[in-house]
């Protein structure tokens, strides 16, 4: 068959573009269904503690209103994500401020303020825990800050989840550290963030006693939802569909809370007899909804004269707030990005996620990943200091190469050249000249400026044998057109699946881009491809769209199409074949490759299958009056396998780094007893346009067997690497090895006027041997 299509490679336009752009495109906030009432939530004000009694005073006409509380569930009181910990409406016991306590719904929207305000209720308060040093307390046998007992799915006293990631024996690396030549330890802190989508989270609902539920919203997993409902409301999965709406970004935030609204919804629609929308408003969404996780790696690192790592020891603990939802996963995937891209003869990666009384946490791009690679990456510029080397040389020292293993033993197959890879990095952003002018420059300028770069890496997919679980399904069938369409749960809310899958589709049935289409994800009419997550569309569900492309086409071939066929031929025989055997339908299933293994208990095996890998310089500038600290320059360097489509790709790069560079510098979640304060965007400070550097993208091609096409994931790699570049280039600039982020200009001027002890580095010497260093 002739290529005469080639989409992927190209730019076509978004296939929902022109809806957007002209106004046309339906959010849920914009739909509205005959007889549809309106919902609200009835939320805790304290953090922990015991309810006593709900009183409905009577200047609120309460008979108009449905109220819904914990007795009204049909079926399991729990929003499920990984365990049934969390409750669907608090029954007796609160545990975070802000938890859904009763819902209400009315007619008219203007009049629930007013009543959710109305409604009183006393509480019998407990001390909370708000850290993950209480919560240790508590897991260590304080019984007074015990706030989470356990599940369904494991865990212990303030415990969600530990891993233990080993490489060599507890005695070789007891023995590596005794032979060292120095040990290096640092503690690195990251703090919690707002995903900050556009479009807050809302639903519709709808309850019918002979259809069921029909429930639809912005969301990025609707087969997550449809689990949740089965459970809430004692209902097969048949009867619980799930429609996805135009979404506005999610960024991790709407993968597991739209089970919560979801279901808040639905209660609603049930017991009312109307269709119910809820429609958070930016307070209540950034107040009552998840982050990401805050959390603390304490490094402690065994290393040779020359450089080289030798052996390590990582501790990681995440923040999960008060109940597990996805913190095992997230902890997951940081516990293996926690080592990095290099090579360590021997090491132990601790990990543990935490209760606390805060809104419980989940997903965020990166998922994990950016917190443990922070943590690495700055404690890579100590160690360099520590050894007299470069950061550069350092890292050179230490990096894995192909035919390498990483710490869980997986075989590097891919080609990778890590070297090459820094050394374009280093040299598109001038890093070398620019490192030494700054150096000579800053003693006499009150503009300090730096340079600063992070190497790293991020697995694609689900890890270990996550993908095998999902068992994803997708299919491809012809319209009454005679056009293919593609049949996916995978959702579309921003980051361009359905022009990447409709690429990939055209490309394989080698047909024009334009004729091919894809269905809005309907749980009614579409298979579970997976959750649109874990940098696993393109590559995952995109593979699986090429081949059950690939069969659609070979069996119109064996019906009669011509190998060299035209749109219009195409056409033809898809019409002649359903008018002689019916609907035609092709579908490939997810079939892990027979050399992928993972071993859950042992956390060993190939944790993904493949990986992007990444360099990313940046240019920074430090104002000694202000205190303020700008990023001024910025290169991302990334092999991402194939690039399908290069203007999406671009932009999935600058906007994970302008996240990073909020992540680093600006946005502070501020907590005041398990309670976010700046739950406004008037006050939860983030960087716009105005605070943005020239983004330099830089792509690296070596496709993968793994993806379609050869495509990796590249959705959330872009938000590991900006924050240690950034805080490396701060040190560099200020001679101070600041170790928590966000860096607030505060923070800066605290340790640069000695307001609090500090180390200081002569920024002439800045790479040279750092005296905190333990030998």
Same mark, same amino acid.
């Given at each position: 068959?002739?290529?005469?299509?080639?989409?992927?490679?190209?730019?076509?336009?978004?296939?929902?573009?022109?809806?957007?752009?002209?106004?046309?495109?339906?959010?849920?906030?914009?739909?509205?269904?005959?007889?549809?009432?309106?919902?609200?939530?009835?939320?805790?004000?304290?953090?922990?503690?015991?309810?006593?009694?709900?009183?409905?005073?009577?200047?609120?006409?309460?008979?108009?209103?449905?109220?819904?509380?914990?007795?009204?569930?049909?079926?399991?009181?729990?929003?499920?994500?990984?365990?049934?910990?969390?409750?669907?409406?608090?029954?007796?016991?609160?545990?975070?401020?802000?938890?859904?306590?009763?819902?209400?719904?009315?007619?008219?929207?203007?009049?629930?303020?007013?009543?959710?305000?109305?409604?009183?209720?006393?509480?019998?308060?407990?001390?909370?825990?708000?850290?993950?040093?209480?919560?240790?307390?508590?897991?260590?046998?304080?019984?007074?800050?015990?706030?989470?007992?356990?599940?369904?799915?494991?865990?212990?006293?303030?415990?969600?989840?530990?891993?233990?990631?080993?490489?060599?024996?507890?005695?070789?690396?007891?023995?590596?550290?005794?032979?060292?030549?120095?040990?290096?330890?640092?503690?690195?802190?990251?703090?919690?963030?707002?995903?900050?989508?556009?479009?807050?989270?809302?639903?519709?609902?709808?309850?019918?006693?002979?259809?069921?539920?029909?429930?639809?919203?912005?969301?990025?997993?609707?087969?997550?939802?449809?689990?949740?409902?089965?459970?809430?409301?004692?209902?097969?999965?048949?009867?619980?569909?799930?429609?996805?709406?135009?979404? =506005?970004?999610?960024? *991790? #935030?709407?993968? &597991? $809370?739209?089970?919560?609204? +979801?279901?808040? !919804?639905? %209660?609603?629609?049930?017991?009312?007899?109307?269709?119910?929308?809820?429609?958070?408003?930016?307070?209540?969404?950034?107040?009552?909804?998840?982050?990401?996780?805050?959390?603390?790696?304490?490094?402690?690192?065994?290393?040779?004269?020359? =450089?080289?790592?030798? *052996? #390590?020891?990582? &501790? $990681?603990?995440?923040?999960? +707030?008060?109940? !597990?939802? %996805?913190?095992?996963?997230?902890?997951?995937?940081?516990?293996?990005?926690?080592?990095?891209?290099?090579?360590?003869?021997?090491?132990?990666?601790?990990?543990?996620?935490?209760?606390?009384?805060?809104?419980?946490?989940?997903?965020?791009? =990166?998922?994990?990943?950016?917190?443990?690679?922070?943590?690495?990456?700055?404690?890579?510029?100590?160690?360099?200091?520590?050894?007299?080397?470069?950061?550069?040389?350092?890292?050179?020292?230490?990096?894995?190469?192909?035919?390498?293993?990483?710490?869980?033993?997986?075989?590097?197959s891919d080609p990778i050249d890590l070297h090459a890879l820094l050394t374009r990095a280093l040299t598109e952003s001038n890093y070398h000249a620019k490192r030494a002018q700054f150096t000579r420059e800053n003693p006499g300028s009150t503009i300090k400026r730096g340079i600063g770069f992070a190497s790293f890496f991020h697995g694609a997919g689900?890890?270990?044998?996550?993908?095998?679980?999902?068992?994803?399904?997708?299919?491809?069938?012809?319209?009454?057109?005679?056009?293919?369409?593609?049949?996916?749960?995978?959702?579309?809310?921003?980051?361009?699946?359905?022009?990447?899958?409709?690429?990939?589709?055209?490309?394989?049935?080698?047909?024009?881009?334009?004729?091919?289409?894809?269905?809005?994800?309907?749980?009614?009419?579409?298979?579970?491809?997976?959750?649109?997550?874990?940098?696993?569309?393109?590559?995952?569900?995109?593979?699986?769209?090429?081949?059950?492309?690939?069969?659609?086409?070979?069996?119109?071939?064996?019906?009669?199409?011509?190998?060299?066929?035209?749109?219009?031929?195409?056409?033809?025989?898809?019409?002649?074949?359903?008018?002689?055997?019916?609907?035609?339908?092709?579908?490939?299933?997810?079939?892990?490759?027979?050399?992928?293994?993972?071993?859950?208990?042992?956390?060993?095996?190939?944790?993904?299958?493949?990986?992007?890998?990444?360099?990313?310089?940046?240019?920074?500038?430090?104002?000694?009056?202000?205190?303020?600290?700008?990023?001024?320059?910025?290169?991302?360097?990334?092999?991402?396998?194939?690039?399908?489509?290069?203007?999406?790709?671009?932009?999935?790069?600058?906007?994970?780094?302008?996240?990073?560079?909020?992540?680093?510098?600006?946005?502070?979640?501020?907590?005041?007893?398990?309670?976010?304060?700046?739950?406004?965007?008037?006050?939860?400070?983030?960087?716009?346009?105005?605070?943005?550097?020239?983004?330099?993208?830089?792509?690296?091609?070596?496709?993968?067997?793994?993806?379609?096409?050869?495509?990796?994931?590249?959705?959330?790699?872009?938000?590991?690497?900006?924050?240690?570049?950034?805080?490396?280039?701060?040190?560099?600039?200020?001679?101070?090895?600041?170790?928590?982020?966000?860096?607030?200009?505060?923070?800066?001027?605290?340790?640069?006027?000695?307001?609090?002890?500090?180390?200081?580095?002569?920024?002439?010497?800045?790479?040279?041997?750092?005296?905190?260093?333990?030998?």
């Amino acid at each position: 068959m002739t290529d005469m299509h080639q989409t992927v490679g190209s730019s076509p336009i978004r296939k929902e573009g022109r809806a957007k752009v002209l106004g046309h495109a339906q959010y849920v906030d914009d739909i509205s269904l005959p007889n549809m009432w309106f919902g609200a939530t009835v939320r805790s004000t304290i953090a922990r503690g015991r309810i006593v009694s709900i009183t409905f005073p009577p200047h609120i006409p309460w008979h108009e209103f449905t109220i819904v509380t914990a007795a009204d569930i049909p079926g399991e009181n729990t929003i499920v994500h990984l365990t049934k910990d969390h409750p669907c409406l608090a029954d007796g016991l609160i545990n975070h401020p802000e938890e859904p306590i009763l819902l209400l719904a009315h007619k008219d929207r203007a009049v629930l303020p007013a009543a959710v305000a109305a409604v009183q209720i006393t509480y019998d308060e407990l001390p909370g825990v708000f850290t993950i040093e209480d919560s240790e307390t508590g897991a260590a046998g304080d019984e007074s800050k015990v706030i989470w007992h356990g599940s369904d799915y494991g865990g212990t006293a303030n415990t969600f989840k530990t891993y233990l990631m080993e490489k060599g024996t507890p005695e070789e690396l007891e023995s590596i550290f005794s032979k060292a030549d120095f040990i290096v330890e640092g503690e690195y802190r990251t703090g919690a963030q707002e995903q900050l989508y556009i479009e807050n989270n809302g639903i519709i609902a709808e309850y019918s006693p002979t259809e069921g539920l029909t429930v639809q919203g912005s969301m990025q997993c609707p087969y997550y939802l449809v689990h949740a409902l089965t459970l809430v409301f004692d209902l097969p999965a048949e009867k619980c569909r799930v429609i996805q709406t135009e979404t =506005g970004g999610a960024f *991790g #935030g709407k993968e &597991d $809370f739209p089970s919560v609204i +979801g279901s808040h !919804a639905a %209660l609603l629609a049930m017991k009312s007899g109307h269709p119910v929308k809820i429609c958070y408003d930016r307070g209540e969404d950034m107040a009552g909804t998840t982050k990401r996780h805050p959390s603390r790696t304490r490094h402690r690192t065994a290393v040779s004269k020359d =450089g080289k790592l030798l *052996g #390590g020891e990582i &501790d $990681f603990a995440i923040d999960g +707030g008060a109940y !597990a939802t %996805l913190s095992p996963v997230v902890l997951s995937r940081g516990t293996i990005h926690a080592p990095g891209p290099y090579h360590w003869p021997a090491l132990r990666v601790s990990a543990k996620a935490m209760a606390t009384n805060i809104p419980p946490h989940g997903a965020f791009r =990166g998922f994990g990943a950016p917190q443990s690679i922070f943590a690495l990456e700055r404690h890579l510029d100590k160690i360099a200091r520590v050894v007299g080397l470069t950061p550069e040389e350092l890292r050179r020292r230490n990096f894995l190469e192909a035919g390498g293993y990483t710490a869980t033993g997986q075989h590097l197959s891919d080609p990778i050249d890590l070297h090459a890879l820094l050394t374009r990095a280093l040299t598109e952003s001038n890093y070398h000249a620019k490192r030494a002018q700054f150096t000579r420059e800053n003693p006499g300028s009150t503009i300090k400026r730096g340079i600063g770069f992070a190497s790293f890496f991020h697995g694609a997919g689900f890890t270990g044998s996550g993908e095998r679980r999902l068992d994803s399904l997708v299919q491809i069938d012809i319209t009454p057109e005679g056009r293919p369409r593609i049949l996916v749960s995978s959702t579309e809310f921003g980051q361009g699946t359905n022009t990447i899958l409709c690429q990939v589709a055209a490309q394989a049935l080698n047909l024009p881009y334009d004729e091919v289409s894809i269905l809005r994800p309907d749980t009614a009419v579409v298979p579970n491809s997976g959750p649109t997550v874990a940098s696993r569309t393109a590559m995952i569900v995109g593979k699986l769209v090429e081949q059950a492309s690939q069969k659609l086409c070979a069996t119109l071939v064996a019906s009669g199409l011509p190998h060299d066929y035209t749109p219009e031929q195409f056409r033809n025989a898809a019409l002649r074949y359903h008018a002689e055997h019916g609907t035609l339908t092709a579908s490939a299933r997810y079939q892990a490759p027979g050399d992928i293994f993972w071993d859950d208990d042992k956390y060993k095996g190939d944790a993904y299958p493949t990986y992007a890998w990444a360099v990313y310089v940046a240019e920074v500038a430090v104002d000694t009056t202000t205190y303020a600290a700008t990023v001024t320059d910025f290169h991302a360097l990334q092999e991402v396998g194939k690039v399908l489509h290069p203007i999406l790709a671009a932009g999935q790069i600058e906007g994970g780094v302008a996240q990073g560079i909020g992540y680093a510098l600006y946005e502070k979640c501020v907590w005041q007893k398990g309670r976010m304060a700046n739950n406004q965007m008037t006050n939860y400070i983030m960087p716009t346009s105005a605070d943005l550097p020239p983004i330099h993208v830089h792509f690296e091609e070596v496709p993968s067997i793994h993806g379609a096409f050869g495509a990796k994931g590249i959705g959330e790699l872009p938000m590991d690497g900006p924050a240690p570049a950034i805080l490396n280039a701060i040190e560099h600039a200020t001679g101070i090895a600041f170790t928590e982020i966000p860096l607030l200009p505060e923070d800066i001027f605290e340790r640069m006027t000695g307001d609090i002890q500090t180390t200081h580095l002569d920024p002439s010497v800045a790479d040279l041997v750092f005296s905190e260093a333990t030998t």
